[in-house]
């Protein structure tokens, strides 16, 4: 190979490393544009693995409200249900009462009524002795009037 071959050779070897060292420049530069990208990614990632694990927290929260809101379900219409019974053994004791009240008022008005009766009968007896006693003596005043006259 002559030497003019030879240079232009070189010549183009020169450029074309140049050329490669430029390329290699601008891949360096996209590599480390790359690794930006991955550092970025790399905190998209961790920002996501947070909000996942505040969103699992979440959820377990969730389930024990619902829980809660189960077994307070469950309390509120075994109160209910408590109730119910209760409110029902109630009216029946209010029931025994007044029928109790009943009879004991019955009861109440007989016995008076027997007293009141009783009571009128010993005032009509008291009342039919005195007039009695005032017509006995007054018969026996009454000749004596007739004497005096």
């Known amino acids: 190979m002559d030497a ?3 240079a232009a050779f070189d010549t183009l070897r020169q450029h074309v490393d140049r ?3 430029r390329v290699d420049q601008r891949f360096d530069q996209v590599d480390g544009r790359f690794e930006q990208i991955d550092r970025r990614f790399a905190q998209v990632d961790r920002r996501f693995e947070q909000v996942e694990r505040r969103l699992d927290g979440l959820d377990r929260h969730a389930v024990v409200v619902d829980q809660r ?3 307070l379900d469950e309390t ?4 209910r249900r408590h109730f119910h019974v209760v409110a029902e053994g109630l009216r029946g004791d209010i029931r025994l009462l007044a029928e109790g009240f009943t009879l004991r008022i019955d009861r109440l008005e007989t016995i008076l009524r027997d007293e009141i009766v009783r009571s009128h009968d010993a ?3 008291l009342i ?4 009695t006693d005032l017509d006995r003596r007054v018969t026996a005043l009454e000749p004596r009037r007739g004497e005096s006259d």
């Open 4 to 6: 003019q071959t030879q």
């Open 69 to 71: 809101l189960d077994r």
């Open 123 to 125: 005032l009509a007896g």
């Open 76 to 79: 509120a219409v075994e109160t």
């Open 128 to 131: 039919r002795l005195a007039y």
């Open 19 to 21: 050329r490669l060292d």
